[in-house]
């Protein structure tokens, strides 16, 4: 168990292993990490919020894959999507993520 806070806060980091273990399904973790949350000043609507982006992130993973997806194409589809959110925010864009090679698609 870390005390201290790192890089990420522990209360942000006992966040994500709060969604980490209910996509796992491991009912210690689950209880745990949400104890640990709680303890590190986590709401019930922090923890509510840390396991529907969890169950979100693996219900689009699910979906992404069963459809066979190109990631290549995947790829394309979000940075398009960033560079809209930094083009109306007045961000510039940044350098593009090197394409995948094409055993990968």
């Not at 806070?5 to 209360?11: A, I």
């Not at 689950?30 to 986590?42: N, V």
Request: proline residues 5%.
């Amino acid at each position: 168990m870390q005390i201290d806070d790192g890089v990420l806060p522990n209360k942000v980091r006992e966040l994500i292993g709060v969604g980490i273990a209910a996509t796992t399904k491991c009912a210690y973790c689950i209880f745990f990490h949400t104890e640990m949350a709680k303890l590190h000043g986590a709401t019930q609507a922090e923890i509510e919020s840390a396991v529907h982006y969890a169950k979100s992130s693996a219900g689009w993973s699910t979906h992404l894959n069963g459809m066979q997806l190109v990631r290549g194409q995947f790829r394309a589809e979000v940075q398009r999507a960033c560079d809209y959110v930094r083009a109306s925010q007045g961000r510039a864009l940044p350098r593009r993520v090197p394409p995948l090679p094409k055993h990968h698609s």
